[in-house]
Nanobody, 121 residues
Framework: VQLQASGGGLVQAGGSLRLSCAAS????????VGWFRQAPGKEREFVAA????????YYADSVKGRFTISRDNAKNAVYLQMNSLKPEDTAVYYC???????????????WGQGTLVTVSS
């Protein structure tokens, strides 16, 4: 499966952005999808994940209540709605697909290229 993330940009603190992860491949609907982010000089970290059906979602404590992950398997897409953005949310955001909605980078074999989110104060 091939993934492509989009929707990043520059936004002021308190603003919102919606990231999209478009997938190719007929089996996309059988994969869990995670969003991760990597800020300059930092390790890639877990943001959110969703099960293959969309019935289960998981969030990092730092984004809980502000970000929402969702998916539309008919469109081969996963979304990350980001509200109340903070400067510390600035990072390159990546989507990834794997067998389960896990929180570890190594559990996702398929990765898209990142999309940059910059939140100004």
């Amino acid at each position: 499966v091939q993934l492509q993330a989009s929707g990043g940009g520059l936004v002021q603190a308190g603003g919102s952005l919606r990231l999209s992860c478009a997938a190719s491949g007929r089996t996309f609907g059988s994969y869990a999808v995670g969003w991760f982010r990597q800020a300059p000089g930092k390790e890639r970290e877990f943001v959110a994940a969703i099960s293959w059906s969309g019935g289960s979602t998981y969030y990092a404590d730092s984004v809980k209540g502000r970000f929402t992950i969702s998916r539309d398997n008919a469109k081969n897409a996963v979304y990350l709605q980001m509200n109340s953005l903070k400067p510390e949310d600035t990072a390159v955001y990546y989507c990834a697909a794997g067998d389960s909605p896990a929180g570890k980078v190594y559990e996702y074999p398929y990765w898209g290229q990142g999309t940059l989110v910059t939140v100004s104060s």
